[in-house]
């Protein structure tokens, strides 16, 4: 049962102030009864809730899977740029967020959702979930690179190094710009350029593949999103 200014608020009918103004105002019903009551108790899996001709389905999580393009930032608002949530232009809820961060460069697998405990399992360092990039790197990429990475390198600086757990590098092509796909189970802030960095390399493209068992639909365009499937989610969970 949920109040049904916030039913109305969490369908991004409008802020909780507005839609008490339509609910005051008789423009709200429920079944066939209008409700001039913000506080009144709606069972949300079989009240039938009408702002004047338009029906308000109720939707408790949503779950996306975006293919992030470089030049939007991984934040619900900003005063300056757009975020991966006003990519998702199908949303229902007003409370979505990205599950963990790319950066504004980084293009690749994003988690979009309003639920807090599947973002919690996924990012918590205790949890231990793979998450793997595919890179171009502006320097020769060996096998010795590959060591350095399963051993862990310093992140942090001399006086207060920060050793990476091992990541699990695969060398795709190497040269003087080296392709690679790299597995790691951390993600501290801009881990995968500061491991290239660790090891005198710069990261010249980056894209997350996938995350846990999550692998980015190869059907979807840079920019594009879908709602992930029972299985995807079960695979999560
Ligand atoms: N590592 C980075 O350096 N950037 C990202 O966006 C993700 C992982």
Redesign the pocket.
């Known amino acids: 049962m949920i109040r049904l200014d916030k039913y109305l608020a969490d369908m991004s009918v409008g802020t909780r102030s507005e839609v008490k103004r339509l609910i005051k105002n008789g423009m709200v019903r429920v079944g066939d009864e209008v409700v001039r009551k913000a506080e009144y108790k709606i069972d949300e899996t079989k009240d039938i809730v009408h702002i004047g001709e338009k029906q308000i389905s109720y939707v408790k999580e949503e779950y996306y899977m975006l293919n992030k393009p470089a030049g939007v930032v991984s934040a619900t608002e900003d005063m300056l740029h757009r975020t991966v949530i006003d990519l998702i232009d199908s949303k229902k809820r007003k409370d979505l967020f990205p599950v963990g961060r790319?950066?504004k460069d980084?293009e690749g697998l994003l988690i979009i959702t309003n639920d807090g405990a599947l973002s919690h399992r996924l990012l918590s360092p205790k949890k231990h979930v793979d998450k793997t990039?595919y890179a171009k790197i502006n320097g020769k990429v060996t096998s010795y690179t590959v060591e350095q990475f399963q051993r862990g390198v310093n992140i942090g600086t001399d006086e207060d190094p920060e050793i990476t757990k091992p990541g699990v590098l695969e060398i795709l092509a190497s040269g003087d710009q080296s392709e690679i796909r790299l597995t790691i189970q951390e993600g501290k802030y801009?881990?995968?350029?500061?491991m290239f960095q660790a090891v005198g390399m710069e990261?010249a493209y980056?894209k997350?593949e996938s995350m846990g068992n999550l692998k980015l639909d190869p059907t979807l365009n840079i920019g594009e999103y879908r709602t992930l499937t029972k299985e995807e989610l079960e695979s999560l969970k």
């Open positions: 790319l950066d980084t990039y801009h881990q995968v350029k500061r990261v980056l997350r």
